[in-house]
């Protein structure tokens, strides 16, 4: 079975700046698999990514992908105040599989 | 615009049992796959279930497996999880959502592996 392991845990930013949040998988994985969603307290989570570099449908481009095999990479380039939320990633191995997760919260 | 509603949750004792619904509206429900996906209080996403557009390909979490099943009603727009033998560790928000499997005219296609669109979501909770 692929483990997702992400970080950090959390991350402290201010508005404005550049957030990095890190997935790696136990095993090198299709980037066709690797998914990101946001949740936000007593939300439902949102697909940002897909294909671990393609925006979902309304996502604002200041969310990208990268990465591949194991290291994948969800970029906000400039955190909106909306943006503080929780951030998991998403595999698929014969089943869903997510991360435990990475909290953006404002310094 | 597209749309899951979840219905069904409560508070139950262990060992009882439980039927979430989910009611899909603003697309074409018997073409796509369906996942239930859970979250228990504080804790992270976990996957519970998947069901074909057709229902003929059924999957469960080692977690569920034997207790839950998963079933969907096309002709109602509507997917379903019958929950039995009810257990602690099942208190979660419950949600289901759209798989990015896609089937039309006897061709499925899923090149990425995600799940779209997704309901509020029903809270179980189970206690004595």
């Known amino acids: 079975e692929i483990v997702l392991t992400q970080s950090p845990g959390t991350l402290s930013l201010s508005p404005g700046e550049r957030a990095t949040l890190s997935c790696r998988a136990s095993q090198s994985i299709s980037s066709n698999y690797l998914a990101w969603y946001q949740q936000k307290p007593g939300q439902a989570p949102r697909l940002l990514i897909y294909g671990a570099s393609s925006r979902a449908t309304g996502i604002p481009d200041r969310f990208s992908g990268s990465g591949s095999g194991t ?3 969800l970029t906000i380039s400039r955190l909106e105040p909306e943006d503080f939320a929780v951030y998991y990633c998403q595999q698929y191995g014969g089943s869903f599989t997510f991360g435990p997760g990475t909290k953006v919260d404002i310094k | 615009e597209v749309q899951l509603v979840e219905s069904g949750g409560g508070l139950m004792q ?3 049992s439980l039927r979430l619904s989910c009611a899909a509206s603003g697309f074409t429900f018997n073409t796509y796959s369906m996942n239930w996906v859970r979250q228990a209080p504080g804790k992270g996403l ?3 279930s998947y069901i074909g ?3 003929g390909t059924i999957y469960y979490a ?3 497996k034997g ?3 998963i079933s969907r009603d096309n002709a109602k727009n509507s997917l379903y999880l019958q929950m039995n ?3 602690a560790e099942d208190t979660a928000v419950y949600y289901c959502a759209r798989d990015s499997r896609y089937c039309s005219g006897g061709t499925c296609w899923r090149v990425y592996y995600y799940m779209d669109v997704w309901g509020k979501g029903t809270t179980v909770t189970v206690s004595s």
């Open chain 2, 53 to 55: 557009s057709s229902s």
């Open chain 2, 67 to 69: 207790r839950f099943t």
């Open chain 2, 46 to 48: 976990e996957w519970v």
């Open chain 1, 71 to 73: 290291d994948f990479t």
């Open chain 2, 14 to 16: 262990p060992g009882g």
């Open chain 2, 62 to 64: 080692d977690s569920v």
């Open chain 2, 85 to 87: 033998s009810l257990r």
